[in-house]
C-alpha cells in the first residue's frame, strides 16, 4: 500500500511537521513506550546494492505512528549518497522492476476470478467454507486450461484436417469388428433427441465429443505434418501430468505454511483465543455466530480434554469392551461398503444387458448405475454415523475416520463400475474366448468400446450435477421455509442446514477423478465439467446465502487445504491407473477413433518413432537407455536426500532454537531473584551506614 | 464535491495513496473534515462515530482497536491515526507489525504485558460472557501455560510474538476488508 511517498519541498512543511511531532509526543500517555524496535541513529549505508530500498522496507514494518514515519523518512532522504553511475542505474533498475512487481500483483488481484464472492464468504462463514470454495475456483481453472490444453492440440487440428490427410497403416481387421454405426436408422421420435442428449448416444455419440469421432490419419504435406493420432496421445498424458503438478505446486504452498509454523505442536488455546477472531467479519449475524463458535469450539476442546481423561482412567476390563465393540463396528462399516459395491456390480451389469432398451424406460436402465452409486454415498455414510456414535472415538478422530471411510467409499464405488465394464469389454480377461475371440475384444455388445466408456463417465457427471440441483431445489429450499415458516418442535429442531465442507469436498473429489478417468475417451468433457462446477460454485452460493446457517464445528482452513488436495491426488491416482491400463493392455476398437488397427494404443509411439530422422531416434534411444537413466535417477536421489537432510536440520534448530529460548527465561528469572535479594542485603547495610 | 482533481494535486502526500480511506474519514463526520488537507488541520472524529463504522461496529474490540490507534489513547481519531489503523490491519502489513498492534490491542491495562485479568476480559468479549467462571479460568491457565515462555505468569511482547509465529491464520483473522 505505502509506496514511496513524492519528495516534496521539506521548507514549508518541515515547521509545522515537527510542530505535529512534538504535540504528538508530550500528549499522549499512550505513546511513553520508547518506540524500541527502531534505531533511530541508523543511516543507510552507501555500498550496499539496495541502500535505497532497505532502509524503505524497514520503515514499513516498524510499528511508528504515520507523522513520525513522514519524518524518518525525510530524514533518510536527505542522506543522499554519493553513488557512481554503475549503482545508481542498478538501484534505478530494482526500483521499477519493484514498481512492476507491485502493479502486477495488483493486476493479478483484479482478474482473480471471484475474488469478492470469496471474500464475502469467508466474512460471513468462516475460513473453512471459504477454503471449499477456493478449491471449487481452483478445479474450475484447472479444468479450463485442459480444456484449451486438449482444444489446441486434439480438437481444432481435427475440425481443421478433417476432410484431408491419409490413414496412417494399411493393415485391416475382420470384417466383423468394423462393422460401427452409431448413426440411427430411419425416423426418430422427438423426445429421443432429449433422451440423447442425457445418455450420449444417438446423434451424439458420433460428434467430437467422444473418442470413436476422431480419425486415424495424418495431415500435412512435405514440409508440415500433423499426426492426430500420436497428438491424441501425448495431449492426453500431458493432460495427466499437468493435472499433477498443478496439484502438487498448490499443495507446496500449502505444506510450506505447515512446515514454517512448526505443525500443530501445542498452542491451540492461545492460538484460539488470540487468533480465533475474524476482524473481517462484518454481519451483525456473523459475529454473534462467531461468537457462538468459538465458544463451542472451547467447550468441546475442554470436553475432549475431559473424555481423554476419562478414557485413560478405564479399567482394563471396560477397555475390553469398548475395543471389541469397535472392532465390531468397523467390521459392519466395511461390511456395508462391501455390500454397496456388490450392489453397484449387479445394477452396471443390469443395465449393460438392457442397453438396447428405447424410450426413458432405456433412459433408466442407462443410468441405473449412476443412480445406484449416487445412493450407496448417500446411506453408506449415514450409517457410518451412526455407527461412530457407538464407538465413543474422541470428536477429532470420528471426524477424521468418516472424512476416510466416506472417500474410500466414493472412489472405490467408482472402481467397482469400472471393473464391471472391465469384465464385459474384454470378456473377463480371457481375450482369446467366446465373443472377444475376433478382435480382442467383446464387438458384439461393444462395436466401439471406447465411446460406450465415454458415454459412462459422461453420463455420471451429468447425473451429479443434475444431482446436485435437485438436491437444492427439493431439499434445500423447501426446508428453509419449513423451518422458517412452521413454529412445530420438529421443525426447530431439525433447524436450517449447515453447509457440510467435507462432503461437498468429496462430492467435488468425485467429479474430478470422473473427468480424469473419461478424458481419454471422451476429449470435450474438461470443458463440460468446466461450465458444471462454475454453475456448481453459483448454485453453492446462493443456497449457502439463502439456506444455511454457519456451521458450529468449523474446519481448519489451512490444513484442510491440504487434505483437500492429499484426497483429489487418490483421484487422480485411480484415473491413471484406469488410463495406463486402457492404452496398453486393451485391444483398441477396429471400427473406430483414431487408434484402430494398432494392437495396443501406445504402438503408435513406436511406429511414429521410426519415421524419425536417424540422429533423432539415436537422442532417444540413448535418454531411454540405462546408461542415462540410471545417472539420472541416481542424480535425483542424491538431490531428494539433499531436502530431505535440510527439513531434518531445520527442525531440529528450530527445536533447539524453542529449549534455549525457555532456558533464557528461566535464566532470567534466577538473575532477578539474585537482584532481589542482593538488594535486601545491601539495604539493611546502607541503612546501618547511614545511621553510622 | 467535483473537486476531485483539486484533491489529488494537492501537496500531501498520502492523498494520493489513500484517497478512498480519505473520503471513508470525511464520510463519517463530513461538517467537521475538510477537503483540503493542505495545511493539516487538527480534526479529530471522536470514537463514538468510528465505532459506529461498519467494518467496526460488530467488533468486540472495536474500542480497544481505537484506543490503541488514537493519539491520546481515548479513541478519538485524526486522519493519521485512521490511516494507521487501517494500513496495519490490511493484508500487506507484515506479521510482525500486525503482532505488535494485536498486543496491544488485547493489553487491557497498557503495562506491556496481557495479564490473567486481561486475558479474561479478552475471552469474555470473545464469547459474549458466555462461559462460566471455571472455564473461564481453565482457558486462562491453559492459555498461560501454552504461551508463557519465560515464566512470569504473563505474557510479554516475546511470548505474544512466539506464539503468533506458530498460527497459520493470523494474518488472515487479523485483516479487515475496506
Given at each position: ?49 539496495e ?14 505512528p504515520?507523522a ?30 519493484r ?112 473418442y ?9 504435406d512435405?514440409?508440415?505434418?500433423y ?21 502438487i505446486a ?40 462467531k ?40 467390521f ?41 452409486i ?34 474410500f467409499?466414493?472412489l ?51 447425473f ?19 423451518v422458517?415458516n ?140 540405462q ?22 536440520v ?43 | ?13 498520502y492523498l494520493?495513496?489513500f ?53 491520546d ?8 491515526d ?37 486475558l ?7 464469547t ?6 471455571d ?44
Amino acid at each position: 500500500m505505502a509506496s514511496k511517498p513524492q519528495r516534496h519541498d521539506s521548507s514549508n512543511s518541515d515547521p509545522g511537521e515537527q510542530q505535529a511531532l512534538r504535540l504528538r509526543r508530550v500528549s499522549s500517555p499512550v505513546s511513553t513506550n520508547n518506540y524500541p524496535l527502531f534505531n533511530w541513529s541508523s543511516t543507510p549505508a552507501g555500498e550496499d546494492e539496495e541502500g535505497n530500498s532497505r532502509p524503505h522496507r524497514d520503515l514499513r514494518s516498524i510499528p511508528l505512528p504515520m507523522a513520525l514515519k513522514r519524518a524518518v523518512r525525510q530524514v533518510q532522504q536527505m542522506h543522499v549518497p554519493v553513488v557512481s553511475r554503475m549503482e545508481s542505474w542498478k538501484r534505478n533498475k530494482t526500483k521499477s522492476l519493484r514498481k512492476l512487481k507491485d502493479n502486477a500483483r495488483e493486476f493479478h488481484y483484479i482478474f482473480t476470478l471471484w475474488s469478492k464472492s470469496l471474500q464475502k464468504i469467508g466474512g460471513n462463514f468462516g475460513g473453512g467454507v471459504q477454503s471449499y470454495f477456493v478449491f471449487l475456483r481452483f478445479l474450475v481453472v484447472l479444468n479450463f486450461f485442459s480444456f484449451l490444453l486438449i482444444a489446441g492440440f486434439v480438437l481444432i487440428p481435427s475440425i481443421v484436417f478433417r476432410s484431408v490427410g491419409t490413414t496412417l497403416t494399411n493393415s485391416s481387421g475382420p470384417e466383423k469388428c468394423m462393422n460401427y454405426d452409431p448413426n440411427p436408422q430411419g425416423l426418430v421420435v422427438f423426445y429421443n433427441y432429449f433422451l440423447n442428449l442425457l445418455s450420449g448416444t444417438g446423434f451424439m455419440e458420433y460428434s467430437y465429443l467422444f473418442y470413436g469421432y476422431y480419425n486415424n490419419t495424418m495431415a500435412g504435406d512435405r514440409t508440415f505434418s500433423y499426426n492426430i493420432p500420436l497428438a491424441y496421445l501425448f495431449t492426453v498424458v500431458f493432460y495427466f501430468a499437468f493435472c499433477l503438478i498443478c496439484i502438487i505446486a498448490r499443495m507446496g504452498t500449502a505444506a510450506r505454511v505447515a512446515v514454517a509454523t512448526g505443525g500443530s505442536a501445542g498452542g491451540n488455546y492461545s492460538m484460539m483465543v488470540f487468533t480465533g477472531w475474524d476482524y473481517g467479519c462484518m454481519a451483525d449475524q456473523a459475529t454473534k455466530l462467531k461468537q457462538k463458535t468459538i465458544h463451542y469450539r472451547l467447550q468441546v476442546d475442554l470436553e475432549e480434554e475431559r473424555i481423554q481423561k476419562r478414557a485413560a482412567a478405564l479399567t482394563s476390563s471396560q477397555k475390553i469392551i469398548l475395543y471389541s465393540i469397535r472392532f465390531l463396528m468397523c467390521f459392519i462399516a466395511f461390511g456395508l461398503i462391501i455390500a454397496s459395491f456388490y450392489g453397484i456390480f449387479v445394477a452396471t451389469n443390469f443395465s449393460q444387458e438392457k442397453s438396447g432398451q428405447e424410450g426413458f424406460l432405456g433412459l433408466f436402465f442407462e443410468y441405473l448405475p449412476s443412480i445406484v452409486i449416487t445412493t450407496g454415498n448417500f446411506l453408506v455414510p449415514l450409517l457410518c454415523d451412526q455407527i461412530a456414535l457407538i464407538e465413543q472415538y474422541a470428536p477429532s478422530t470420528t471426524i477424521i475416520l468418516a472424512l476416510l471411510r466416506a472417500v474410500f467409499l466414493r472412489l472405490v464405488s467408482l472402481g467397482v463400475l469400472l471393473f464391471t465394464l472391465w469384465r464385459q469389454i474384454t470378456c473377463e480377461g480371457q481375450t482369446n474366448s467366446g465373443t472377444c475371440k475376433l478382435c480382442q475384444y467383446n464387438y458384439e455388445v461393444y462395436p466401439c468400446w471406447e465411446t460406450r466408456v465415454g458415454q459412462e463417465m459422461y453420463k455420471l457427471t451429468l447425473f451429479d450435477f443434475l444431482i446436485n440441483i435437485a438436491v437444492l431445489a427439493l431439499v434445500e429450499f423447501p426446508r428453509r421455509m419449513v423451518v422458517d415458516n412452521s413454529s412445530s418442535k420438529v421443525a426447530q429442531w431439525v433447524g436450517r442446514q449447515e453447509f457440510m465442507v467435507p462432503s461437498n469436498v468429496l462430492g467435488l473429489v468425485y467429479g474430478q477423478t470422473v473427468v480424469w478417468t473419461g478424458a481419454l475417451f471422451c476429449p470435450l468433457l474438461p470443458l463440460i465439467n468446466t461450465i458444471k462446477f462454475v454453475f456448481l460454485f453459483y448454485c453453492k452460493k446462493v443456497t449457502l446465502f439463502y439456506n444455511c446457517r454457519p456451521a458450529l464445528k468449523t474446519f481448519r482452513s489451512t490444513t484442510s487445504t491440504f487434505f483437500f488436495l492429499v484426497v483429489l491426488l487418490f483421484g487422480w491416482g485411480l484415473a491413471i491407473l484406469v488410463m495406463i491400463y486402457s492404452l496398453a493392455e486393451i485391444h483398441p476398437s477396429m471400427g473406430c477413433g483414431p487408434f484402430r488397427f494398432f494392437p495396443y494404443m501406445w504402438s503408435i509411439v513406436p511406429t511414429s518413432f521410426y519415421s524419425l530422422s536417424k540422429t533423432t531416434q539415436e537422442f532417444l534411444f540413448f535418454i531411454g537407455s540405462q546408461a542415462f537413466s540410471i545417472p539420472l535417477f541416481v542424480l535425483s536421489c542424491v538431490v531428494m536426500c539433499y531436502f530431505i537432510a535440510l527439513t531434518s536440520v531445520y527442525g531440529k534448530s528450530v527445536a533447539l532454537l524453542r529449549a534455549q529460548l525457555k532456558l533464557e527465561g528461566r535464566d532470567k528469572q534466577f538473575l532477578v531473584k539474585q537482584i532481589e535479594e542482593l538488594s535486601r542485603l545491601q539495604i539493611p547495610k546502607h541503612n546501618a551506614g547511614v545511621q553510622d | 464535491m467535483g473537486n476531485k482533481q483539486t484533491i489529488f494535486t494537492a501537496q500531501h502526500k498520502y492523498l494520493k495513496l489513500f484517497p478512498r480511506l480519505f473520503y471513508r474519514y470525511r464520510d463519517l463526520a463530513p461538517q467537521l473534515v475538510p477537503l483540503d488537507y493542505t495545511n493539516q488541520p487538527d480534526v479529530k472524529l471522536p470514537y463514538e462515530l468510528i465505532g459506529s463504522m461498519p467494518e467496526l461496529k460488530d467488533n468486540p474490540f472495536r474500542q480497544r482497536i481505537a484506543e490503541v490507534f488514537s493519539e491520546d489513547g481515548e479513541g478519538n481519531m485524526t486522519l493519521d491515526d485512521f490511516l494507521d489503523m487501517f494500513s496495519v490491519l490490511s493484508e500487506m502489513a507484515p506479521r510482525d507489525l500486525k503482532a505488535y498492534y494485536a498486543f496491544k490491542i488485547y493489553d487491557f491495562n497498557n503495562d506491556d504485558f496481557i495479564c490473567k485479568s486481561d486475558l479474561e476480559k479478552t475471552l469474555n468479549k470473545l464469547t459474549r460472557n458466555e462461559l462460566t467462571e471455571d472455564e473461564v479460568r481453565m482457558v486462562c491457565e491453559k492459555v498461560i501455560d501454552e504461551a508463557d515462555l519465560d515464566n512470569d505468569g504473563r505474557l510479554s511482547l516475546e511470548d505474544f510474538q512466539h506464539m503468533i509465529v506458530r498460527a497459520p491464520d493470523f494474518l488472515s483473522t487479523f485483516h479487515i476488508r475496506i
